[in-house]
């Protein structure tokens, strides 16, 4: 099965079963346009937007769907990785992990193939983390938690999603992968990731903290520090904006300093930050399908360019 039929096969299968879930794929391909537009990264590309569509799906199972109990399960077996633990699961469950699963393989044997490395744990380590960081969301929701704002920065810079994602888009790009770099990702994440996720979480919940409020979901950044310090909302998106200042500061510094990773893998890092500020200038271009995401689609990849 080719790339093209791999990620149509996901669609059609997850559209089905999970009518709940957000189907972003377009949305998922605009934003690795702007991570990598080079033509020859075509790959890189294509296999991105089906990372970022797969966690949207995940994500959504988190937010809106199940009971904490299923919940537990799924998280239990992502974890341990196990495929003969799929049967304790929901059967809509089943297919979401086989999802995860295959697609993680997939990736493995194509690097192991062309490039010797066994990344399964290196892959396996951003969807554990990605699941427990949801997990830990879903409940404090449940509790009627309200976290510092450290304390859910901590969690959220994971939540967003981008580690999961960078750690893909290292496989997909570096050539070589080196043991160095490798390393990095088996103590924690390096500053490149950890930087770039930390202002793509700040810029999300800036952005669309509004919204967020209304729906009654766990308290965001904006709302978590208005109950800490106890500030009117206008003070706290000012913190959250001084925040994502001096965040860029250290990841300028930190693309300047010497590291296991290319040069080019810390330009995708910071690209994914940019594209935070392009997706989400006043709410949520990715989950909300507004007109001006929507226009932008249509001008990138629909309509001729007039000559």
């Given at each position: 099965m ?10 059609i ?15 998922s ?21 089906a ?20 919940l537990?399960l799924f ?5 341990s990785?196990?495929?003969n633990?799929?049967e ?32 399964i744990?290196?892959l ?44 893909h ?20 994440y390096p ?16 952005s ?39 965040t860029?500061?250290k ?40 007109p001006?995401?929507?226009d ?12």
């Amino acid at each position: 099965m080719d790339l093209r039929s791999t990620i149509l096969h996901w669609c059609i299968c997850l559209g089905e079963k999970f009518t709940f879930a957000r189907s972003r794929l377009v949305e998922s391909f605009l934003w690795n346009l702007g991570v990598t537009s080079e033509p020859h990264l075509r790959y890189f590309r294509r296999k991105s937007a089906a990372t970022y569509q797969l966690i949207t799906v995940v994500d959504d199972i988190y937010d809106v769907y199940v009971t904490m109990e299923e919940l537990e399960l799924f998280t239990n077996v992502i974890e341990s990785w196990d495929i003969n633990e799929v049967e304790n699961l929901p059967d809509y469950m089943k297919i979401c992990f086989l999802a995860v699963y295959n697609y993680v393989n997939e990736i493995a044997f194509d690097v192991l193939k062309e490039k010797g490395f066994n990344i399964i744990p290196y892959l396996k380590k951003g969807w554990v983390d990605l699941c427990k960081a949801y997990m830990k969301e879903v409940k404090w929701y449940h509790s009627g938690y309200k976290p510092s704002f450290d304390e859910y920065l901590e969690n959220g810079w994971v939540s967003i999603g981008g580690p999961n994602v960078l750690i893909h888009n290292y496989f997909f790009g570096a050539n070589p992968i080196t043991m160095e770099a490798l390393a990095c990702f088996e103590q924690d994440y390096p500053n490149v990731i950890y930087l770039s996720q930390m202002i793509f979480r700040l810029i999300n919940d800036l952005s669309t903290c509004s919204s967020e409020i209304r729906v009654g979901n766990v308290p965001k950044l904006i709302e978590c520090y208005m109950n800490e310090k106890g500030v009117s909302e206008s003070e706290a998106k000012e913190h959250v904006r001084s925040s994502i200042d001096q965040t860029w500061k250290k990841m300028n510094e930190d693309v300047l300093t010497s590291s296991p990773f290319p040069h080019s893998f810390k330009v995708v890092a910071m690209n994914v930050a940019r594209m935070s500020l392009w997706m989400y200038p006043f709410a949520d271009g990715h989950t909300d399908q507004d007109p001006i995401t929507k226009d932008r689609i249509a001008s990138l990849l629909i309509e001729p360019v007039p000559l």
